[in-house]
């Protein structure tokens, strides 16, 4: 029996402003297989963002579990589902995924450092894996777009996760350069990883295995 990238079961998540009360989540169950691309759509305030941080151990659902490969990472303290998300998710954001003080490859670098998982991956092999190796000595200020996205790839891939969370990877590139970016994406599937995509894109649409669409915090059947 294969185990799932990753599995999250009746999700919940509310946030209370004074006396009100908002339910972000409301029951949420999704599934990443090795090897598929899954792709959110929603419209804004659905819970999208909510839910891909529920997912990657960055916010605790209110109620429910996520496991990655296994290995619950929900209801943990922070420090145990830091190390579990370093180690089994890769997180790719619109932007952020690099520092910038530090190069292409010492961001890279970094990630492995945090993760200390053994047997990962060279970081030179993953810079060169994204078509940068001639600018991984570069800052991220003098990256282009394109460059920025297929770097924070490289970092989110730092550690070989079993799941790969992307957050509109793609939403401020041009159309030949996001082809680009979602060849990459789909390529690493290819070789066994999950991919869940966060999108408003119709190219991300066109290249999922499955679209889950939620609307109000819950997912429409």
């Given amino acids: 029996m294969t185990v799932p990238a990753l599995e999250a079961h009746d999700l919940y998540r509310f946030f209370r402003t004074d006396e009100e009360e ?19 759509i929603g419209p804004s305030g659905s819970g999208k963002s909510t839910l891909l941080s529920c997912l990657a151990g960055l916010d605790e659902p209110a109620g429910g579990q996520v496991r990655v490969a296994g290995v619950r990472i929900s209801h943990r303290p922070e420090t145990e ?3 579990i998300r370093a180690r089994g998710i890769g997180v790719m954001m619109q932007s952020g995924n690099l520092l910038d003080h530090l190069t292409v490859l010492e961001n890279v670098r970094l990630a492995q450092a945090i993760g200390r ?12 894996g994204v078509g940068l ?4 000595n570069a800052y991220p200020r003098q990256l282009s777009g394109g460059e920025s996205a297929r770097a924070g790839l490289a ?10 969370l992307a957050d509109e990877p793609t939403g401020e590139l041009d159309g030949n350069t996001e082809a680009v970016v979602l060849e990459m994406l789909t390529e690493r599937a290819k070789r066994g990883q999950g991919v869940l995509i ?6 991300v649409v066109a290249v999922a295995h499955r679209v889950v ?3 109000d915090g819950r997912v429409l059947a």
């Fill in 22 to 40: 908002t339910l972000a989540l409301r029951g949420v169950s999704i599934c990443v297989d090795p090897g598929e691309v899954v792709a959110v």
């Fill in 81 to 83: 589902r830091a190390l």
């Fill in 117 to 128: 998982k053994p047997n990962r991956p060279v970081p030179l092999d993953l810079v060169d």
């Fill in 133 to 136: 190796s001639a600018r991984s």
């Fill in 155 to 164: 970092v989110a891939l730092a550690n070989d996760p079993a799941v790969l």
């Fill in 198 to 203: 966060v999108t408003h894109s119709k190219a």
């Fill in 213 to 215: 669409e939620l609307h």
